[in-house]
């Protein structure tokens, strides 16, 4: 009976004792496998196994450097503002506005106030007195000019008489058509004078009218002085001023 009990005994403890070394061997892991995660993590200096700390080195930029960028920026910013002011801002419909200049028109028989008048009611008519008065001092020159050849060669004077009295009889014609022109401008000045309301009727009825007059006399005029050859100016500089009056001379 004892070696019974004895035997069972040594049974159950045998029995847990192999429960108990499985169990074991579940909970531990195999040998030879490290951990993914900390393996990766932890990089190891060869000889140490501590962790290799990485350092970042600052890149110092010299201050020359910082300074010439930052003068760049600011021109090419200056310069980008100015040509925006210049060319695409919005302009002040103010600041577009022609701006009269008192110019002397010899050759133009009207006075002061009333070319200023057709500045600011018919302004291409006045574009057109300015252009009558400077076709007549070119016509005048030409004609100077010619006079001054049949001096210089009298035994040829018909020659110079013939082309004198073409630049004269165009002359006339171009004085003749502005005179035409002079009259109406001076009606409706003093109709500005006097009534204000009726003379800007006026000066909207005859507008189209009186510039087209002013062409039709600038027209001959300008196609004959268009053969004047400009006078040419010598050269600055001595030699320079040398060799111009050898070749007038010679060549």
């Not at 080195?57 to 910013?77: D, E, M």
């Not at 204000?196 to 009218?209: C, D, G, T, V």
């Not at 027209?219 to 009056?245: D, F, H, M, S, V």
């Amino acid at each position: 009976m004892l070696k019974l009990l004895k035997k069972k005994k040594k049974d159950g403890d045998t029995e847990g004792s192999s429960k108990k070394s499985e169990e074991k061997g579940k909970g531990k892991k195999p040998e030879g496998k490290k951990d993914k995660k900390t393996a990766s993590k932890v990089p190891e200096k060869p000889g140490d196994g501590t962790p290799e700390k990485k350092t970042k080195k600052r890149i110092q930029v010299p201050k020359k450097i910082i300074l010439v960028a930052f003068l760049i920026l600011t021109a090419l910013g200056a310069s980008s503002f100015l040509v925006y002011r210049l060319y695409f801002a919005p302009r002040d419909p103010a600041s577009l506005k022609a701006v009269y200049h008192k110019t002397e028109l010899k050759h133009i028989n009207l006075p002061e106030e009333m070319i200023r008048f057709c500045f600011d009611h018919f302004p291409d008519l006045y574009a057109a007195l300015l252009i009558c008065n400077s076709q007549i001092i070119l016509m005048d020159q030409e004609i100077a000019r010619i006079d001054g050849v049949a001096k210089k060669y009298p035994e040829q004077g018909k020659i110079a008489e013939k082309e004198k009295a073409v630049w004269e009889k165009a002359k006339i014609n171009l004085q003749k058509g502005f005179l035409k022109i002079e009259k109406p401008v001076k009606e409706i000045y003093v109709l500005f004078r006097v009534n204000q309301e009726q003379a800007m009727i006026q000066i909207n009825e005859r507008n189209k009218e009186l510039t087209e007059l002013a062409g039709a006399a600038l027209a001959p005029a300008q196609e004959l002085t268009q053969t004047i050859r400009p006078e040419e100016t010598p050269p600055q500089g001595l030699i320079k001023g040398a060799l111009y009056t050898l070749k007038k001379k010679f060549l």
